[in-house]
């Protein structure tokens, strides 16, 4: 007898209920809830574990050789796989209805595996000159010291980006909406012209979550979140996620369990925790954001709003047509620059002056302290990014305290 059993003798298994599959008819508010943890409510748990072990062992080689070289499911070690970030991806990938998932430790690494894993020394990516800032520091400094030639072209010029993609393109790069200035580009017809040159499509879904807009659905190959934004929605945890084409994905996949950008339990925990409560919370931003945008737009203190759910935007028609909701971001402009920003931001009480975003609580900063803080005021203004610009990630308190809120501090200043 085995010590193990002289010391114990184990029961028949219990019979706990399978929970059901997710399918393409499952509604998104019931995916956030249940996908992905089907396999890991262990014991008839009804949350899915913290499983902290480094490595899962094997009782014989065969068995351990066929796991490690991926011919049967399990665990090797974590810096590969993990149960609990398995139900993370599982989840974001029935939400994006994608082929395969793989995860990261921050949304940075997210973009930057995916350039590294999939370009080389020759090839060509297009994209928009007003990136977040981080990915718009591959595009400038990273990318072309590996000999990738990178066109940035003015963001809602289709017909630029179109003859770009023409003279050669191996990766086109959509972010949209953009941050901060929340521009949208055409997901559907800029894939047909990038797939016509044989360019892959990769789009930064992060400002619009996947309750607002699936780019897989509209012909992209690649989306990309930085899950500490409003997947996560709770300021806790950083991670980032890749989704799309398997043989895309299982190329970055590959890339980073070497590179070691690899999302921790804890984090894909709290991950999947605040995924539970997305589609309430997106629902919530949504309409707040729409009643921001609106009353700002009246304000005489404001030069502009860029939020793609007004009529006033300029890519309305287009925010309408490939996105369910436009998402809790929103950004203004001050008529007095950067020094109103310095009088309005410090007034502001239900609003945390920080350089996050996507969280329950109201979080803002001017994009020199967000998101374009790596950048010279000099490359902001390249960008169509001006410096009396305010990001406002609208929470989900009730919209007429942060209306409130806003109005004290614009008129105070």
């Given at each position: 007898m085995?010590?193990?059993?002289?010391?114990?003798?184990?029961?028949?298994?219990?019979?706990?209920g399978?929970?059901?599959?997710?399918?393409?008819?499952?509604s998104?508010?019931?995916?956030?809830v249940?996908?992905?943890?089907?396999?890991?409510?262990l014991?008839?748990?009804?949350t899915?574990?913290?499983?902290?072990?480094v490595?899962h062992g094997?009782?014989?080689?065969d068995?351990w050789?066929e796991?490690?070289?991926?011919e049967?499911?399990g665990?090797i070690?974590?810096?590969n796989?993990n149960?609990?970030?398995?139900?993370?991806?599982q989840k974001i990938?029935?939400?994006?209805n994608?082929e395969?998932?793989?995860?990261?430790?921050?949304?940075?690494?997210?973009?930057?595996?995916m350039?590294?894993?999939?370009?080389?020394?020759?090839?060509?990516?297009?994209?928009?000159k007003?990136?977040?800032g981080?990915?718009n520091l591959?595009?400038?400094?990273f990318?072309?010291?590996?000999?990738i030639e990178?066109?940035?072209?003015d963001t809602t010029?289709?017909?630029?980006i179109?003859?770009?993609?023409?003279k050669?393109c191996?990766?086109?790069?959509?972010?949209?909406?953009?941050?901060?200035?929340?521009k949208?580009?055409?997901?559907?017809?800029?894939?047909?012209?990038a797939?016509r040159?044989?360019?892959?499509?990769?789009?930064?879904?992060?400002?619009a979550?996947?309750?607002?807009q699936n780019p897989?659905?509209l012909?992209a190959?690649?989306?990309?979140h930085s899950?500490?934004k409003?997947?996560?929605?709770?300021?806790?945890?950083?991670?980032?996620?890749?989704?799309g084409?398997?043989?895309?994905?299982?190329?970055v996949?590959?890339?980073?369990?070497?590179?070691?950008a690899?999302?921790?339990?804890?984090?894909?925990?709290l991950?999947?925790?605040?995924?539970?409560?997305?589609h309430?919370?997106?629902r919530?931003?949504n309409?707040n954001a729409?009643?921001i945008a609106?009353?700002l737009?009246?304000?005489?203190?404001?030069?502009?709003?860029?939020?793609?759910?007004?009529?006033?935007?300029?890519q309305?028609?287009?925010?309408?047509e490939?996105?369910?909701?436009?998402?809790?971001?929103l950004?203004f402009?001050?008529k007095?620059?950067?020094?109103?920003?310095?009088q309005?931001?410090p007034r502001l009480?239900?609003?945390?002056?920080?350089?996050?975003l996507?969280a329950?609580?109201?979080?803002?900063?001017p994009p020199?302290?967000?998101?374009?803080v790596e950048?010279?005021?000099?490359?902001r203004?390249a960008?169509?990014?001006?410096e009396?610009?305010?990001?406002?990630?609208?929470?989900?308190e009730?919209?007429?305290?942060?209306i409130?809120d806003?109005?004290?501090?614009?008129?105070?200043a």
């Amino acid at each position: 007898m085995h010590l193990l059993e002289a010391c114990y003798i184990y029961p028949d298994p219990p019979h706990y209920g399978k929970l059901p599959p997710m399918t393409n008819t499952t509604s998104m508010a019931t995916k956030a809830v249940w996908a992905g943890e089907q396999d890991l409510l262990l014991t008839g748990a009804t949350t899915v574990p913290i499983s902290l072990g480094v490595a899962h062992g094997y009782a014989d080689v065969d068995t351990w050789r066929e796991v490690a070289l991926g011919e049967k499911p399990g665990y090797i070690y974590a810096r590969n796989t993990n149960p609990t970030v398995a139900a993370f991806e599982q989840k974001i990938g029935a939400l994006e209805n994608a082929e395969s998932v793989t995860s990261f430790a921050t949304g940075m690494a997210a973009i930057s595996n995916m350039f590294f894993a999939l370009l080389k020394p020759g090839q060509r990516v297009v994209s928009a000159k007003d990136t977040y800032g981080g990915t718009n520091l591959l595009f400038l400094h990273f990318l072309p010291r590996w000999g990738i030639e990178v066109a940035l072209c003015d963001t809602t010029d289709v017909a630029e980006i179109e003859r770009e993609v023409a003279k050669g393109c191996d990766l086109l790069y959509l972010e949209t909406p953009t941050n901060p200035t929340l521009k949208v580009q055409p997901i559907a017809q800029l894939a047909v012209v990038a797939h016509r040159h044989g360019a892959v499509v990769a789009v930064d879904n992060t400002f619009a979550t996947p309750i607002n807009q699936n780019p897989l659905a509209l012909g992209a190959d690649l989306v990309i979140h930085s899950a500490t934004k409003f997947l996560g929605g709770h300021a806790d945890a950083m991670g980032g996620v890749l989704c799309g084409k398997r043989d895309l994905v299982q190329q970055v996949f590959h890339f980073r369990e070497i590179n070691g950008a690899t999302l921790d339990p804890m984090s894909a925990y709290l991950l999947l925790r605040g995924m539970k409560t997305l589609h309430l919370r997106i629902r919530q931003q949504n309409e707040n954001a729409m009643h921001i945008a609106r009353w700002l737009e009246k304000q005489p203190q404001v030069a502009v709003v860029n939020y793609p759910g007004l009529e006033s935007h300029p890519q309305h028609d287009i925010a309408a047509e490939q996105m369910r909701g436009f998402g809790g971001m929103l950004s203004f402009a001050l008529k007095g620059g950067f020094e109103a920003v310095k009088q309005v931001l410090p007034r502001l009480q239900l609003m945390h002056r920080a350089a996050n975003l996507g969280a329950v609580e109201t979080v803002g900063g001017p994009p020199a302290t967000t998101s374009h803080v790596e950048c010279s005021a000099e490359e902001r203004a390249a960008m169509g990014i001006p410096e009396g610009l305010i990001r406002y990630s609208a929470g989900i308190e009730d919209v007429d305290d942060l209306i409130a809120d806003l109005d004290q501090a614009l008129g105070g200043a």
